[in-house]
């Protein structure tokens, strides 16, 4: 590894993994931008191709007003750190880019997220930002139950909660495939359809669209928290300072539902517990 700083820009060159990163810092805030080069055998078998990932370009509404919405939400997610033209990349070749934020070991950080829910995953569409230098992908949520805020305070279309997350992998209308990835401390990883989960989220961009941030899946009545990489699921119960009973579904919800009446308290596991 090479490291060199120049006026709170570090550049770190990684040899013989297939790709070359640029660290910059903003406040806290670390982005990690990586420009695809040609993958090495090893990064091929360490996830899927693009091709395997893609899901195809959503058709055009034929509402106006639709049509509209859709044209503001991409230009809300136009890149401000990615400068290129994701529909130039070559073929086959994926952007990554990776926010390094401070770890935060808190188990239910439900103060710190605005929409907290459970329900099963029903539709994963991606979208092209409008000046297309990012790809975002909306989660469908059917909702079994919401935590916070009220349900009545939440906007939900026929029942369902739409939740974004960045990144994606899009197979246009002409058949080209764009991959492009971000990963960010507190975020958890893509999500698969016909999972069910709890997912907290935080409203940005005005308060006008959601995004993805801790998640937990349950299945066969146990409850796993979400890496920010695939592959690294983990039962909660196993998470530092839990306790092992929050590994079984009905423990963790009650947990979830006592964290959002207390938050910030270690003893409700809405606070780092030392």
């Not at 990615?82 to 070559?90: I, K, R």
């Not at 990835?181 to 958890?188: C, K, P």
């Amino acid at each position: 590894m090479i490291f060199q700083a120049a006026s709170q820009t570090f550049k770190l060159a990684l040899l013989g993994v297939g790709v070359f990163l640029v660290l910059s810092t903003a406040g806290d805030r670390f982005y990690v931008e990586s420009r695809p080069q040609e993958p090495t055998p090893a990064a091929q078998n360490s996830r899927p191709r693009p091709e395997e990932e893609a899901i195809n370009q959503a058709p055009e509404s034929n509402d106006p007003t639709q049509r509209a919405d859709r044209a503001a939400k991409n230009a809300r997610y136009n890149s401000q750190v990615n400068e290129q033209d994701l529909t130039s990349l070559p073929p086959g070749l994926r952007k990554e880019l990776i926010h390094c934020g401070q770890y935060d070991p808190t188990i239910l950080p439900t103060g710190r997220h605005d929409v907290i829910a459970l329900g099963t995953l029903t539709s994963i569409q991606p979208y092209l930002s409008a000046n297309r230098t990012a790809i975002y992908t909306e989660y469908q949520l059917d909702i079994e139950e919401v935590f916070k805020p009220a349900k009545e305070n939440l906007s939900l279309v026929q029942g369902r909660l739409i939740i974004d997350r960045p990144g994606g992998v899009l197979r246009m209308s002409d058949g080209r495939i764009i991959a492009y990835t971000e990963r960010a401390t507190g975020m958890a990883r893509p999500l698969d359809v016909g999972r069910r989960y709890v997912l907290f989220s935080r409203f940005i961009h005005g308060d006008s669209d959601l995004v993805l941030g801790f998640a937990f899946e349950l299945r066969d009545g146990k409850a796993y928290a979400l890496w920010q990489y695939p592959g690294y699921d983990r039962p909660v119960g196993e998470l530092p300072g839990a306790v092992v009973e929050l590994t079984e579904e009905q423990t963790f919800v009650r947990a979830v539902r006592d964290a959002v009446s207390h938050p910030d308290s270690a003893r409700y596991f809405s606070a780092s517990r030392k």
